[in-house]
C-alpha cells in the first residue's frame, strides 16, 4: 500500500484516465499507474464511494468489471469545466500568493503558472491589487530551503533553536517530518534527539541549521504519532498558562491540547495548557469575549487586558467629522 501523500494525486488522475480508456485490462491500469494490481482494485473499491454530495442513488461513481477489464461509468461530471464564484476565485489566488510567500516549500514555478492560470481564467476581475497577503518576513529564506532539502532527502539536522519560555538557545538534533505554514509562518516537526520525542519548531526562533550527513531515522510508529497530532503538538518548552473558563468557554478545554482540567462548580472550569506563541494566546483570550480569563502567568495576563484597553478605546474614539 502507499501512501497519502500519493494515494490522492493518483486517485485524482484515475478517473479521467478510466473515462478517457474504458474497458482496460486491470494489468495495463496498474501498469500505466505504476502500482501492482492488489493497490489498482484497492483504489478502485474506494472510487465507488467516491460522487457528488447527497449520496443518493446516481450521485456515487460506478465501477464496472467485465473479468479483468475495468471502466467507470457515472463521473461525466468530473469532465465539466470548473466555475469558481468570485469569493472562490479570491480565496485560491490569496491562498497561491501565500504560497509563493513561503520560500523552500514549495514548486515555486508551479504555484506561479498556477496562479497566472487563474488569474488569465477570472478574466482580470481578480488583479493583484484586490489580494494583500501577509508573509512570513522574519524566517531566513536559506535556513527554510535547507530543511527543505534535508526532508526531501532524508537527512538528519543539527538545529539552534530558540526557546522563548527560558529565554535561551538549545542545542539539538532533529530528524525532520514534515513542514507546514500556520498564519505565514514556517513549521518544522520533526523527531528531536535532545528529548527523545516529536517536537513541532518554528523556524521564525532557529538560529542557525546545518544538514548532517546522517539519515534521518524515525520509527514507524513515531512518524504516524506525528501525523495524527495534526497541526501543533504541545512541547514543555511551551509556555504554561492557566485560564479560568465560564460555562461558555468550556469549549477551549475540548477543542485545545490540555494538561488538566479542574471544574469549578458551576459549570466552568480552570484549565492549563502550552501556549507556543503569545500573540495567539492574545487572540484566544480576547475572542473569548469576557467569558475567559488568563490567570497566570502575570505578565501575560497583564498583556492581554491591555490588548483589550486599547481595542476597547478603538471603539470609543470619536468619529471623524468627514
Given at each position: 500500500?502507499?501512501?497519502?501523500?500519493?494515494?490522492l494525486?493518483?486517485?485524482?488522475?484515475?478517473?479521467?484516465?478510466?473515462?478517457?480508456?474504458?474497458d482496460?485490462?486491470v494489468?495495463?491500469?496498474?501498469?500505466?499507474?505504476?502500482?501492482?494490481?492488489?493497490?489498482?482494485?484497492?483504489?478502485?473499491e474506494?472510487?465507488w464511494?467516491?460522487?457528488?454530495?447527497?449520496?443518493?442513488?446516481?450521485?456515487?461513481?460506478?465501477?464496472?468489471?467485465?473479468?479483468?477489464?475495468?471502466?467507470?461509468?457515472?463521473?461525466?461530471?468530473?469532465?465539466?469545466?470548473?466555475?469558481?464564484?468570485?469569493d472562490?476565485?479570491?480565496?485560491?489566488?490569496?491562498?497561491?500568493?501565500?504560497l509563493?510567500?513561503?520560500p523552500?516549500?514549495v514548486?515555486?514555478?508551479?504555484?506561479?503558472?498556477?496562479l497566472?492560470?487563474?488569474?488569465?481564467?477570472?478574466?482580470?476581475?481578480?488583479?493583484?491589487?484586490?489580494?494583500?497577503?501577509?508573509?512570513?518576513r522574519?524566517?531566513?529564506p536559506?535556513?527554510?530551503a535547507?530543511?527543505?532539502?534535508?526532508?526531501?532527502?532524508?537527512?538528519r539536522?543539527?538545529?539552534?533553536?530558540?526557546?522563548?519560555?527560558?529565554?535561551e538557545?538549545?542545542?539539538?538534533?532533529?530528524?525532520?517530518?514534515?513542514?507546514?505554514?500556520?498564519?505565514?509562518t514556517?513549521?518544522?516537526?520533526?523527531?528531536?534527539?535532545?528529548?527523545d520525542?516529536?517536537?513541532?519548531?518554528?523556524l521564525?526562533?532557529?538560529l542557525?541549521?546545518?544538514?548532517?550527513?546522517?539519515?534521518?531515522?524515525v520509527?514507524?510508529?513515531?512518524?504516524?504519532?506525528?501525523?495524527?497530532?495534526g497541526?501543533?503538538?504541545?512541547?514543555?518548552?511551551?509556555r504554561?498558562v492557566?485560564?479560568?473558563l465560564?460555562?461558555?468557554?468550556?469549549?477551549?478545554?475540548?477543542?485545545?491540547?490540555v494538561?488538566?482540567?479542574?471544574?469549578?462548580?458551576d459549570g466552568?472550569?480552570?484549565v492549563?495548557?502550552?501556549?507556543?506563541?503569545?500573540?495567539?494566546?492574545?487572540?484566544?483570550?480576547l475572542?473569548?469575549?469576557?467569558?475567559?480569563?488568563v490567570?497566570d502567568?502575570?505578565?501575560?495576563?497583564a498583556?492581554?487586558?491591555?490588548?483589550?484597553?486599547e481595542?476597547?478605546?478603538?471603539y470609543?474614539?470619536?468619529a471623524h467629522p468627514?
Open positions: 500500500m502507499t501512501g497519502a501523500v500519493d494515494h494525486p493518483r486517485l485524482l488522475a484515475l478517473v479521467p484516465w478510466l473515462l478517457a480508456h474504458p482496460t485490462p494489468t495495463d491500469v496498474a501498469r500505466e499507474f505504476g502500482i501492482s494490481e492488489k493497490q489498482l482494485r484497492a483504489d478502485l474506494l472510487l464511494m467516491c460522487g457528488l454530495p447527497g449520496y443518493g442513488p446516481g450521485d456515487l461513481m460506478d465501477v464496472v468489471w467485465d473479468e479483468d477489464r475495468v471502466s467507470l461509468s457515472n463521473a461525466e461530471t468530473i469532465g465539466r469545466p470548473l466555475r469558481l464564484t468570485g472562490e476565485a479570491l480565496a485560491l489566488v490569496a491562498a497561491l500568493r501565500a509563493l510567500g513561503v523552500g516549500l514548486d515555486t514555478a508551479a504555484v506561479e503558472s498556477a497566472a492560470k487563474l488569474e488569465a481564467a477570472a478574466g482580470g476581475a481578480v488583479g493583484p491589487e484586490d489580494v494583500a497577503v501577509a508573509v512570513d522574519v524566517t531566513d536559506a535556513l527554510v535547507a530543511l527543505a532539502d534535508a526532508l526531501a532527502t532524508g537527512r539536522v543539527h538545529l539552534r533553536y530558540w526557546v522563548p519560555a527560558r529565554d538557545a538549545t542545542e539539538r538534533d532533529v530528524d525532520p517530518l514534515r513542514m507546514f505554514t500556520s498564519d505565514g514556517p513549521y518544522l516537526v520533526g523527531w528531536c534527539h535532545l528529548v520525542d516529536v517536537r513541532t519548531f518554528r521564525d526562533r532557529a542557525t541549521v546545518e544538514v548532517l550527513d546522517v539519515p534521518a531515522e520509527p514507524a510508529d513515531v512518524r504516524q504519532r506525528a501525523l495524527d497530532a497541526l501543533f503538538a504541545p512541547s514543555p518548552d511551551d504554561l492557566t485560564l479560568d465560564d460555562p461558555a468557554a468550556r469549549w477551549v478545554a475540548d477543542y485545545h491540547p494538561e488538566d482540567v479542574t471544574e469549578r462548580g466552568g472550569v480552570v492549563r495548557l502550552r501556549a507556543r506563541d503569545d500573540g495567539w494566546l492574545r487572540r484566544l483570550a475572542g473569548l469575549a469576557g467569558h475567559g480569563r490567570v502567568p502575570p505578565e501575560v495576563a498583556d492581554v487586558r491591555t490588548a483589550a484597553a481595542a476597547l478605546a478603538g470609543t474614539q470619536p468627514d
